[in-house]
């Protein structure tokens, strides 16, 4: 038994309806109603049985319906072979969206089943989803294979705006802040009762915006008569020690929605150190053999010129490093070359680590690669027929 798998990422625009327990999905999962019920669909297999040149699948296109849910969404589809001959399950992919894998064999005698497992794992809150995957059999001729497809609509009770946070123009010792005002969908009456960092550092408040007013606090004596809340104001701090580099944060929204008690929403954004390497890696490109490639690596720093020559770890055989000083302080050159084995063939990569005495980036990781395309020996013939 073999396994075959595939990873994917998805994509949205926005609607809201009904929604989808978030459970294994083997015909018909449990749908619960909206309160507009009348704009929601059921799920439902759109096509019977389909097949193309000797494998079949039990219906080629399933719709999970609306969706109010972040969690996975699982439906089983069935392969069957149909010919005469043995089939093998050569390949699974797809353009976006799901995780897709069998369940029990790749290999299948005539008349033999297999599960197809496939999972929708929503990224975004609202939106149209509809994605393809792609099962590739060895039997003969161009139509080896099949599409399936997985379709749905994701829905939330509450909106955000923006949707996506990030935080730019952020330098190594300073403090950021990002602001995402919260909506409640349209008619309805969903208070937010909290939020939380799930993961990341990030400093959270939260702000209650009144009705006919434009007051933001609730402040003793300064709430509005009617006390209602329209919307709520998120505010987002990246603290002063956030390392430098790539930064990674999940916030989790609570509400009193039974349809949705919880949403949370990805944050991201960079951290500038003051040191910076241009380019950020070291590619080579197509390498030949016995041939020697040379190329220069800026290391600068603004602000004080503090940084001390920085030192080069790398264990990437036949490559040499040597840091030329341009400024005392401020600007480095690394220059690397590399030489190319006779006999080396495929891919090369590896990484070199730049060593700095700067605080905010102490550790620096290029990565190196190049490619060095195989060489077809074909046989030849001598004047006498003798093969070389």
Same mark, same amino acid.
């Given at each position: 038994?073999?396994?075959?798998?595939?990873?994917?990422?998805?994509?949205? #625009?926005?609607?809201?309806?009904?929604?989808?327990?978030?459970?294994?999905?083997?015909?018909?999962? %449990?749908?619960?109603?909206?309160?507009?019920?009348?704009?929601?669909?059921?799920?439902?297999?759109?096509?019977?049985?389909?097949?193309?040149?000797?494998?079949s699948v039990d219906h080629r296109i399933f719709d999970?319906? *609306?969706?109010?849910?972040?969690?996975?969404?699982?439906?089983?589809?069935?392969?069957?072979?149909?010919?005469?001959?043995?089939?093998?399950?050569?390949? &699974?992919?797809?353009?976006?969206?799901?995780?897709?894998?069998?369940?029990?064999?790749? #290999?299948?005698?005539?008349?033999?089943?297999?599960?197809?497992?496939?999972?929708?794992?929503?990224?975004?809150?609202?939106?149209?989803?509809?994605?393809?995957?792609?099962?590739?059999?060895?039997?003969?001729?161009?139509?080896?294979?099949?599409?399936?497809?997985?379709?749905?609509?994701?829905?939330?009770?509450?909106?955000?705006?923006? !949707?996506?946070? +990030?935080?730019?123009?952020?330098?190594?010792?300073?403090?950021?802040?990002? @602001? %995402?005002?919260?909506?409640?969908? !349209?008619?309805?009456?969903?208070? #937010?009762t909290g939020v939380e960092v799930i993961e990341g @550092?990030?400093?959270?408040?939260?702000?209650?915006?009144?009705?006919?007013?434009?007051?933001?606090? !609730?402040?003793?004596?300064s709430i509005p008569k009617s006390s209602k809340v329209?919307?709520?104001?998120?505010?987002?701090?990246?603290?002063?020690?956030?390392?430098?580099?790539?930064?990674?944060?999940?916030?989790?929204?609570?509400?009193?929605?039974? *349809?949705?008690?919880?949403?949370?929403?990805?944050? +991201?954004?960079? %951290?500038?150190?003051?040191?910076?390497?241009?380019?950020?890696?070291?590619?080579?490109?197509?390498?030949?053999? $016995?041939?020697?490639?040379?190329?220069?690596?800026?290391?600068?720093?603004?602000?004080?010129?503090?940084?001390?020559?920085?030192? &080069?770890?790398?264990?990437?055989?036949?490559?040499?490093?040597?840091?030329?000083?341009?400024?005392?302080?401020?600007?480095?050159?690394?220059?690397?070359?590399?030489?190319?084995? &006779?006999?080396?063939?495929?891919?090369?990569?590896?990484?070199?680590? %730049?060593?700095?005495?700067?605080?905010?980036?102490?550790? &620096?990781?290029?990565?190196?690669? $190049?490619?060095?395309?195989? #060489?077809?020996?074909?046989?030849?013939?001598?004047?006498?027929?003798?093969? *070389?």
């Amino acid at each position: 038994m073999s396994v075959i798998s595939l990873i994917l990422l998805l994509s949205a #625009v926005q609607t809201p309806g009904v929604v989808v327990d978030p459970v294994e999905v083997d015909s018909r999962p %449990v749908i619960r109603s909206a309160e507009d019920k009348t704009r929601g669909k059921e799920l439902q297999t759109l096509e019977e049985p389909h097949s193309t040149n000797g494998l079949s699948v039990d219906h080629r296109i399933f719709d999970f319906g *609306l969706v109010y849910s972040q969690n996975p969404l699982t439906h089983h589809f069935t392969l069957t072979n149909t010919s005469e001959r043995e089939i093998q399950i050569i390949e &699974i992919k797809s353009d976006c969206g799901c995780t897709a894998s069998i369940l029990d064999t790749d #290999v299948l005698k005539p008349g033999e089943s297999a599960t197809l497992k496939t999972v929708m794992t929503p990224e975004l809150l609202e939106g149209k989803v509809n994605k393809n995957i792609t099962v590739t059999s060895d039997l003969p001729g161009p139509r080896n294979w099949l599409e399936i497809s997985l379709r749905a609509e994701f829905a939330s009770v509450l909106r955000l705006e923006p !949707a996506h946070l +990030y935080f730019k123009n952020v330098n190594f010792g300073e403090s950021a802040t990002e @602001n %995402v005002v919260i909506h409640p969908v !349209a008619g309805s009456e969903i208070q #937010v009762t909290g939020v939380e960092v799930i993961e990341g @550092n990030l400093d959270l408040s939260l702000t209650p915006v009144y009705a006919d007013s434009d007051l933001e606090t !609730a402040e003793s004596g300064s709430i509005p008569k009617s006390s209602k809340v329209v919307r709520w104001n998120l505010s987002l701090k990246l603290p002063e020690n956030t390392p430098a580099g790539k930064v990674h944060a999940l916030v989790k929204i609570k509400s009193d929605s039974d *349809l949705q008690p919880e949403i949370s929403f990805p944050v +991201y954004g960079i %951290v500038r150190s003051q040191v910076s390497v241009v380019p950020t890696q070291c590619y080579f490109g197509t390498l030949n053999p $016995g041939e020697t490639k040379e190329k220069s690596i800026r290391i600068e720093k603004t602000g004080d010129p503090t940084l001390d020559t920085p030192t &080069i770890q790398c264990e990437i055989p036949n490559l040499e490093c040597a840091i030329e000083t341009k400024e005392p302080g401020r600007l480095y050159i690394l220059k690397v070359s590399l030489h190319v084995p &006779i006999n080396h063939q495929g891919r090369l990569s590896g990484e070199l680590i %730049v060593l700095t005495n700067d605080p905010a980036q102490q550790e &620096i990781r290029l990565p190196v690669f $190049g490619y060095t395309p195989a #060489v077809r020996i074909e046989n030849s013939e001598d004047s006498d027929g003798v093969k *070389l």
